[in-house]
């Protein structure tokens, strides 16, 4: 038997190959993004709580309704938007489900979704296993902004969605309101629908502020606003995250989410709607976070490599162009067993795997391990 293959350019994520690679090689990881220290003891006590009350059985298909509510209200109280907790607020397991979800939700054979490059790694193979046409615009160098002109000029009148992403993973852009405007203006007289991963939402820096798409009414009414916990409270290997949208929209997003998991782990949405009562344990975020990225920036500028501090997300670029030609892939392989510090080579979030020279580390580590790496990476390597 032969399989035909839905996706035959795809091989594993370079978030495992490289993750793999840092362990064999004993390696720090500053490649793949996750933090590098656990939750609030707190949590694991509310969760270690609900699982011993027997709260273990299958939760409702679109959440918990207090949890749900509580993802309203944090919403109204931190960007001034309201989403009606029972209809427009969706409970998944993960931002990776939300995507896929949103994007199945609206895609159909021929549907051409526009894909602002470097991206996320599943996007693209969200869209063409709907049998949606992934177009690809770039992003400007240097900062990684939108060019809006080149947008525009990929908007046809197939053009059924547009993905966005602020805080941008890997390139750290964060969203003006400029940005907000100007894709309203494009948009607003087309049924184009937005899905926009906002997972870096409480990780922005030098005094930035996240703006979420349906903060514009525009582009509220279109936007699937995909989020996830494991960003905000250090909880990766939980997947659990939302999606917020107009009702008609969630609507159509619960059909596809109650086929992809149904449902996410009672008691961790349980926990968490406690756990999330208290907003200084996401408002902290930004301080938090922007501390290890001036630490980690210091520390760089006694590399050799070039760099801008990022804007949000916990990822830091580099470029190395002026010192060598070598593909970002190999660079990233072999700082990975010369130097013992393991990245993630920029090209792979580029369909036609562009090179730039550049690597992302993620510095949501403890001070210690980025100092560590930050002493491997003056190393010689070119
Ligand atoms: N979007 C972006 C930009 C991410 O960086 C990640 C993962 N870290 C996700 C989505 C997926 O989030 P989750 O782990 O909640 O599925
Ligand atoms: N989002 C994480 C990153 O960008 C990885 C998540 C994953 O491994 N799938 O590194």
């Known amino acids: 038997m032969t399989l035909f293959s839905k996706l035959p350019d795809v091989g594993t994520t370079i978030f495992t190959v490289m993750s793999k690679l840092a362990t064999d090689c004993n390696a720090i990881n500053l490649a793949q993004g996750f933090p590098g220290f656990d939750c609030y003891p707190y949590l694991h006590d ?82 063409v296993l709907n049998g949606g046409v992934p177009v690809y615009v770039s992003l400007r160098l240097p900062d990684f902004s939108v060019d809006w002109d080149k947008v525009k000029s990929a908007i046809t009148d197939k053009t059924r969605l547009i993905m966005v992403n602020t805080p941008h993973n890997p390139c750290g852009y964060v969203w003006t309101q400029k940005d907000l405007d100007t894709l309203a203006e494009l948009i607003q007289d087309r049924e184009i629908y937005i899905v926009s991963d906002e997972v870096y939402e409480h990780i922005t820096f030098d005094g930035r502020e996240h703006l979420p798409m349906f903060s514009h009414p525009v582009l509220k009414e279109r936007t699937f606003a995909c989020g996830s916990f494991g960003k905000t409270f250090h909880i990766t290997g939980w997947k659990i995250g939302y999606c917020l949208a107009p009702e008609k929209l969630t609507a159509e997003f ?65 470029s190395y162009g002026h010192l060598s030609q070598e593909s970002d892939y190999d660079l990233a392989v072999r700082m990975t067993k010369q130097l013992g510090v393991a990245s993630i080579p920029v090209s ?29 990476l003056q190393g010689s390597i070119f």
């Open 46 to 127: 509310l969760v270690n709580y609900y699982v011993s009350e027997g709260y273990n059985q299958y939760a409702p298909m679109s959440g918990v309704p207090i949890f749900k509510q509580r993802i309203a209200e944090k919403t109204s109280r931190v960007y001034g938007v309201d989403f009606k907790a029972e209809s427009e607020v969706t409970v998944v397991s993960g931002a990776t489900e939300a995507l896929f979800a949103a994007v199945t939700a609206v895609v159909n054979k021929g549907d051409e979704v526009i894909l602002l490059e470097p991206c996320y790694d599943s996007y693209a193979p969200a869209v």
């Open 254 to 318: 619960r059909k596809i989410h109650q086929f992809l998991t149904f449902s996410t782990a009672t008691p961790l949405q349980y926990a968490l709607a406690d756990f999330m009562m208290e907003p200084s344990r996401y408002l902290h975020l930004n301080a938090f976070y922007n501390r290890k990225r001036d630490l980690f920036c210091r520390g760089l500028m006694k590399t050799d490599f070039e760099f801008t501090p990022a804007q949000g997300s916990f990822f830091q670029l580099v």
């Open 348 to 376: 792979v979030f580029y369909h036609d795997k562009t090179d730039h020279k550049m690597l992302r580390f993620c510095f949501a580590k403890e001070d210690e391990v980025l100092e560590k790496a930050l002493e491997l």
